[in-house]
C-alpha cells in the first residue's frame, strides 16, 4: 500500500468541514489511517464539533485519532508526522499569497516546503468532495525519485478514476544553443530533438517498470521554465491536481527570492498540488 497513515492539519474555521470532508475521502480511498492535528488553544465543545464532523463524513475513532499540540504550528505538525510515521499530509491553501506572506512562509506552504513526507495542498476544499479527473505529474528526471512520483499519481488515478498527463517540461531550444560555437537554426533544431527524444527515452524506461493499468495515460514534452510551464499547463487544461516530485533538499528564503522552480507553483497554485517525498517508513 502506497498511502497508509494520513494526516490533515486542522484549524477551528470555515473550511474545517471542507478540509476533513477531503480527507476522509483520501482515507477511504486508500483504506489509511487517518490522524488529525490541531496546534493551539481549543475549547472544550471542539471535540464536540469533531464528533459531530467525525459522523456526518463516515469517521470512526478505529480509523481517525486527533493529535492536540501546541507551540509553533509547523514545527508542531512536522514532529507529529514524524511521530506518527505519516506517508501523506493534507493541509488547506490559499491560491495566491501577498509578497510579504509569501517571502514570510504561510503555514500551507511551510509544511510543503519542511515536510518530509509527501504533502497534499487543497485549493478548493468541498464538504462534498468528489474524485480527481485531471491529474497532470511532473515526469521529469529525478534519478530514482520520479519513479516513485509515477508510481503514486498513477495509482492515485487509477483508484479515482482519472485522466493522467505525465509532462516533461524544459526549455529546449536555450539548452540547444548552450556552447561557444555559433550554431545555425538547422542545427539547434536538431540538437533540441534529439533532447526531447532522449527525456521521452527516459520516461518510456520509467514507465516499462509501471503497471499503468487502465489508466488512461497521456505524455507530452512542453517547452518553457520548469515549474511556470507545467503549472501554466494544469490551469489551462483544468486540472484538479498538479503532482511534483518534491526537491532534492529543503526550500529556504533564498530559493523564494530567486525563484526555486517548486516556488513558483507554491506562489501561484494553479489547482490543488501534491508534492511528492519517498516514504521514510515501512
Known amino acids: ?4 497513515q494520513i494526516a490533515l492539519a486542522i484549524a477551528f474555521s470555515p473550511r474545517l468541514e471542507a478540509n476533513l470532508a ?4 483520501l482515507r477511504k480511498l486508500f483504506d489509511a489511517h487517518l490522524t488529525l492535528i490541531h496546534v493551539g488553544d481549543h475549547e472544550a465543545h471542539d471535540a464536540c ?13 478505529q480509523n481517525t485519532h486527533v493529535l492536540w499540540k501546541h507551540g509553533n504550528p509547523v514545527e508542531a505538525i512536522l514532529d507529529s508526522c514524524r511521530e506518527e510515521e505519516i506517508n501523506l499530509l493534507v493541509t488547506g491553501a490559499m491560491e495566491k499569497e501577498g509578497i510579504i506572506t509569501y517571502l514570510k512562509g504561510s503555514i500551507a506552504r511551510q509544511l510543503g516546503r519542511k515536510a518530509q513526507c509527501s ?3 487543497l485549493t478548493e476544499p468541498s464538504v462534498q468532495p468528489h474524485a480527481f479527473k485531471n491529474i497532470v505529474v511532473g515526469g521529469n528526471d ?6 516513485y512520483t509515477l508510481e503514486l499519481a498513477i495509482e492515485l488515478a487509477r483508484r479515482d478514476q482519472a485522466k493522467l498527463n505525465i509532462i516533461q517540461e524544459a526549455d529546449y531550444h536555450r539548452m540547444a544553443q548552450l556552447g561557444s560555437d555559433v550554431k545555425s537554426e538547422k542545427e539547434i533544431s536538431t540538437i533540441k530533438n534529439e533532447l526531447i527524444d532522449e527525456d521521452r527515452k527516459k520516461l518510456d524506461s520509467l514507465l516499462s517498470c509501471t503497471d499503468c493499468g ?5 505524455t507530452m514534452n512542453i517547452e518553457g521554465k520548469p515549474g511556470i510551464a507545467i503549472s501554466n499547463f494544469a490551469r489551462e487544461h483544468q486540472a484538479d491536481l498538479l503532482v511534483l516530485t518534491a526537491p532534492e533538499n529543503k526550500l529556504s528564503l533564498f530559493d523564494r527570492v530567486f525563484q526555486h522552480d ?3 507553483v507554491l506562489a501561484h497554485l494553479p489547482c490543488n498540488v501534491l508534492i511528492v517525498h519517498q516514504p521514510q517508513f515501512n
Open 1 to 4: 500500500m502506497i498511502v497508509k
Open 262 to 264: 517548486m516556488e513558483y
Open 22 to 25: 477531503e480527507a476522509a475521502r
Open 214 to 218: 487502465q489508466v488512461h495515460v497521456n
Open 142 to 147: 529525478h534519478e530514482s525519485k520520479t519513479s
Open 49 to 61: 464539533v469533531l464528533e459531530k464532523l467525525f459522523e456526518k463524513h463516515g469517521l470512526s475513532h
Open 119 to 121: 504533502v497534499l495542498m
